[in-house]
């Protein structure tokens, strides 16, 4: 199938910033929505950020003006630059893509995949 590997999560300040990627690897044939989630401890995982294959963005309320999301099709790559980091943000961040991949009898199939994810500490 699929796999996605996330990097750049790690301990910031308030204030702040850090950069996300997530790279897609496998029989890839396609990548439309790509996706960053987080997930803080007791709390439902919540969308942040989406992007379309054509580069449409979407983001939660909570992070206008400070996160972008941006990719790089050519790699299956999706970035997620984070600034102005408040406490509140920290979480386990997690990507998630959807598209089409090719099986080993060449039959295109649809996928949708998460990252493992990484941690993002945010200190007062």
Sequence with gaps: QV???????GLVQAGGSLRLSCAASGRIFSINA??????????????VATI???GSTNYADSVKGR????????????????????PEDTAV??????????DPFRIYRDFGS???????TVSS
């Design 52 to 54: 379309t294959s054509g």
């Design 114 to 120: 998460w990252g493992q994810g990484t941690q993002v």
């Design 67 to 86: 996160f972008t999301i941006s990719r790089d099709n050519a790699k299956n790559t999706v970035y997620l630059q984070m600034n102005s980091l408040k």
């Design 3 to 9: 796999q996605l590997v996330e990097s750049g999560g």
């Design 34 to 47: 790509m996706a960053w989630y987080r997930q803080a401890p007791g709390k439902q995982r919540d969308l």
């Design 93 to 102: 961040y997690y990507c998630n893509a959807k598209g089409v991949y090719t």
